[in-house]
């Protein structure tokens, strides 16, 4: 289950529960209104213990990914739910993480730049596995990729600064230079959705994470003075 803003269309009324996976915040009244409590995995067979009334009638489903110092879940460790530009504010370092709900986008350096993975929900107990990464083994920055349940939109230009050819994208490509014959896209306007745009066709290799903005040049995109071509465009669905 994700989002639900009305449980009595499915049940009575809700008087206990299991979380198997993932973090939720549950509410006495629909259209998340009213007392509200956080809810790890576990399970839950008396709501009036938390401080609620006898039932459920709406929730939400809260990402959150927690970052530990040393690989293998060990050492110190944060969690959050929002993006967070700079780790190293929280832990010394950053070599394992584990994402309880949602997904993000996890960065080798500060401010969302240098390499990027995507981060499933799911275990990663060594970041040289997750990011591929030969240089560094630390996370430095993260964000968060809301759910999108809308349109996806974006343009993507050949060059710099909205400049060259220019196509309006729809849909997942697997490859730009054979559907549009597009030589490169250096820049890109996204009006809806979040996207990851890859360095091969058939989305392969590098990525890059693109949320509504405009975006002139690479370094807008998050890769910083690295020269890295576009081959391939995938939309970030629900099934994150």
Sequence with gaps: MSDCSDMTSFLSKCASCRVES????????PNYMGIQYFLRRGEYSDYNTLG????IRSCRLIPQIIFYEDKNFQGRSYETSSDCPELTSYLSRCNSCRVESG???????????????????????????LMGMTMSDCIRS???????????????????????????????CDSIQERYRMS??????????????????HFRGRMLYLRPGEYRSMRDMGM??????????????DSC
């Design 184 to 201: 490169d896209c250096q820049s890109a306007n996204v009006m809806d959705g979040h996207w990851l745009m890859y360095e091969q066709p």
């Design 103 to 129: 997904c993000f986008m996890v960065y080798e350096r500060p401010n969302f730049m240098g390499h990027q993975m995507l981060a499933r929900r799911g275990e990663y107990p060594d970041n040289q596995r």
């Design 142 to 172: 993260c964000r968060m990729i809301p759910t999108h349940r809308g349109p996806f939109r974006m343009k993507i230009y050949e060059k710099e600064n909205y400049g060259g050819q220019m196509n309006e994208v729809n849909e997942d």
């Design 52 to 55: 609620m009334s006898d039932s």
């Design 224 to 237: 910083g003075p690295m020269d890295m071509r576009i081959g391939s465009i995938r939309r970030i669905m």
């Design 22 to 29: 993932g973090c939720f915040m549950v509410y006495d009244h």
